[in-house]
């Protein structure tokens, strides 16, 4: 499990080991509704919980993985000064155009 949970790590990468938790449960396994899930505690953020039931035990664990992931971007995002959202928010725009794309404009 630890194999399949290690991905989360360059996520978490910002926390001191000591002070993250991450919890697997595994209710009714083996079964159609068996129910896997995922909390992760890290500090300054509220606990991220992530649930998945799929009868596949290593493509449930994906799932609550990922939905994991998902919410620390998430807070990630909305713990970002605004500032910053907006000057990430802006692209690189390349010239267009005839001349650009080396024709010749009449």
Do not use: C, F
Request: charged residues 30%; aromatic residues 2%.
């Amino acid at each position: 499990m630890r194999k399949d949970l290690s991905s989360l790590r360059p996520h978490l990468g910002r926390w001191d080991i000591d002070e993250v938790s991450v919890q697997v449960s595994l209710q009714d396994r083996g079964r159609r509704e068996q129910r896997v899930t995922l909390r992760t505690v890290v500090p300054e953020l509220p606990p991220l919980i992530a649930v998945s039931t799929d009868a596949n035990l290593a493509y449930a664990i994906a799932q609550a993985k990922h939905d994991v992931i998902r919410q620390l971007k998430e807070q990630k995002v909305a713990r970002e000064p605004l500032q910053h959202r907006r000057h990430r928010a802006r692209t690189v725009r390349l010239p267009s155009g005839p001349e650009y794309l080396g024709g010749r404009v009449h």
